[in-house]
């Protein structure tokens, strides 16, 4: 990991800095337009960190509910009485093996008595017919209606359910065994099993487009395999389940998602053009393909793609100005919206999500609920305890520490890295990097309710577990802030922190083997060579309290230039 400082000249050594601003949005001449990431220096002895991007702001993240064990899908849904309903009045998520319902209001509370079945995960949650809910389950559909009762749909046989589309007026379901089943609510408004289809290749992922006004059925499926194939099927009576057109593409399709847009307003003559049915399918290689789809006989044509992250984006429906825009969830969040009759594809000023749904309430018209992180796992330091990483058990109220940091510090910062890994900052201007060991982290994971940790026991008063350190590099100044940010869309992220005195500086990563040899073959050289002119030795200089560990000084590296020509 290198290390670069950029440090204002303060006119005293009393002048202060009255902070380190974070700045995103979008500019006026950037909407829609990546920007870049640069250093500013702004007066003397005052320094800013500030990313001009091309993002879309997200205004407000207001409520936050936090469970101790993963969580998988999640939907939003009205209020089970008419198809009048202007707000949602359910958030439903579904774990690994069970259901959960939240009603919505002053307070968020459970909901018992919702007729879904929530002693089983949910692959689909959705309102059909005159808003009457639908749930989707491994072993079968549940539909419960206007009175009360509930017709349900069973798997024959031992065959589970594993796959799900639909929209207001239409289910496709995939068994296993490749075995697609096509549902219609008919007139009386249950649902009625039209048509089987035996695929020939393991299918991926499938979506049903949105019914047209005035229509009773939506024409299309789209199906995609893992043989990097996507498949527009028929769901017509004439010709259900022919196939009307086959697009390859570069990567197996992973998320697909039918979006209906008016994209280009005013011809010669001033009128609007009709909308167009683009078809969006995210690939295993993290890039979105969009395709045209035609309204009349199901060609695709005008293909494009676009790289958004290093994994494979999700993609989710959602309303924006009162119109469906599309919602991708890779290593970066984006968003597929029209603007001013062009089609925009932003990314947003939040961080990862692992899904998303859109919500209405009172005080959010057009909001999006959405899981940030697939565990929770907390951790928190005080003055001279580091970190602590814990586990909350819902039923006890409890939260059992399982792990800290052997190494006692005055925090003064700090910032999560990924699940298992954090970074500090203490007064004496240290800044370091601590890592749950794998195995402790494996554990965690195979034990989300945390019984195990309940009854393990530490020595001396501490955790049973230990954080490994994994970094450590003394600035020589104190850090107040620390922040990860990537200064490229779709480049790599680095710690960026800020000190009392105005300095900013970087901590990134070396992606390579070689890079690291010869830029640490070139940091000693340089310490032996170049010794610094009060005569401290760089090492201890780096090492003033804790040993300096795997962290190379590009400050010292910049000096390179400066040395004599015979050396």
């Known amino acids: 990991m290198g290390e670069r400082e950029d440090s204002p000249k303060p006119r005293s050594r009393q002048e202060k800095v009255k902070g380190i601003g974070w700045n995103e949005g979008v500019s006026a001449k950037s909407e829609g337009v990546f920007g870049k990431g640069k250093l500013l220096d702004k007066g003397k002895g005052k320094a800013m960190f500030e990313r001009v991007s091309g993002s879309v702001k997200v205004l407000d993240k207001e409520n936050v509910v936090v469970f ?15 198809v009048n309903d202007e707000f949602d009045a359910y958030i439903v998520v579904s774990f690994a093996s069970v259901t959960l319902v939240l009603s919505i209001g002053e307070t968020i509370e459970e909901v018992t008595d919702s007729g879904f079945l929530d002693t089983k995960p949910s692959l689909a949650i959705s309102l059909i017919g005159n808003d009457f809910p639908m749930q989707v389950h491994p072993s079968g559909i549940r539909h419960v209606r206007e009175d009360g009762r509930i017709n349900e749909w069973r798997t024959p046989g031992k ?3 594993v796959k799900v589309g639909y929209n207001r007026l239409q289910a496709v379901i995939e068994l296993s065994g490749r075995e697609l089943i096509y549902f219609e609510l008919d007139m009386t408004g249950q649902l009625m099993e039209v048509e089987k289809h035996e695929m020939l290749g393991d299918v991926a992922c499938f979506d049903i487009s949105l019914v047209p006004k005035g229509r009773q059925r939506s024409r299309f499926l789209a199906v995609g395999s893992y043989d990097s194939t996507i498949l527009i099927l028929s769901l017509d009576p004439d010709d259900c389940m022919q196939v009307l057109s086959i697009q390859s593409v570069f990567s197996p399709p992973l998320s697909l998602l039918f979006l209906e847009l008016l994209v280009s307003i005013g011809g010669e003559d001033g ?8 078809l969006n399918a995210s690939l295993q290689n993290g890039v979105l393909f969009r395709t045209v789809v035609d309204m009349a006989t199901g060609q695709l044509s005008d293909s494009r793609s676009r790289f958004l992250g290093l994994r494979a984006p999700k993609l989710f429906l959602v309303i924006v100005r009162g119109q469906h825009t599309m919602l991708c969830l890779s290593s970066w969040s984006w968003l597929g919206y029209v603007h001013q009759g062009q089609y925009l594809l932003t990314p947003l000023t939040i961080g990862t999500l692992e899904f998303a749904a859109t ?3 009172d005080n959010c018209a057009e909001g999006v609920v959405a899981i940030a992180e697939w565990y929770f796992t907390s951790s928190w330091y005080c003055k001279i305890a580091s970190f602590h990483y814990c586990k909350y058990r819902r039923d006890e109220n409890q939260l059992y520490i399982f792990a800290d940091d052997f190494f006692l510090r005055w925090l003064t910062a700090s910032q999560h890295v990924d699940f298992d890994a954090m970074a500090g900052a203490d007064k004496f201007g240290n800044v370091y990097f601590v890592r749950m060991p794998q195995d402790v982290s494996d554990e965690i994971e195979e034990d989300p309710p945390g019984g195990k940790i309940e009854w393990e026991q530490g020595k001396l008063n501490g955790a049973p577990n230990k954080l490994e350190e994994i970094v450590q590099f003394d600035v020589g100044d104190v850090v107040s802030t620390l922040s ?13 922190y800020g000190t009392v005195t105005g300095s900013l500086g970087a901590f990134l990563p070396f992606t390579s083997r070689a890079d690291v040899d010869f830029f640490s073959h070139l940091e000693m050289h340089i310490r032996q060579e170049h010794p610094p002119l009060c005569g401290r030795d760089h090492m201890a200089h780096r090492s003033a309290y804790v040993p300096v560990k795997d962290v190379i000084d590009c400050d010292l590296c910049d000096q390179f230039p400066t040395l004599p020509l015979d050396l």
Request: hydrophobic share 40%.
């Open 359 to 361: 919500f209405s309430s």
């Open 484 to 496: 990860k940010a990537s200064l490229t869309p779709g480049g790599g992220e680095c710690i960026i």
């Open 271 to 278: 009128a609007d053009h009709p909308a167009s049915l683009f």
């Open 68 to 82: 101790g064990f993963p969580f998988y899908l999640l939907y939003s849904i009205g209020n089970f009485i008419g």
């Open 159 to 161: 065959k589970t359910i």
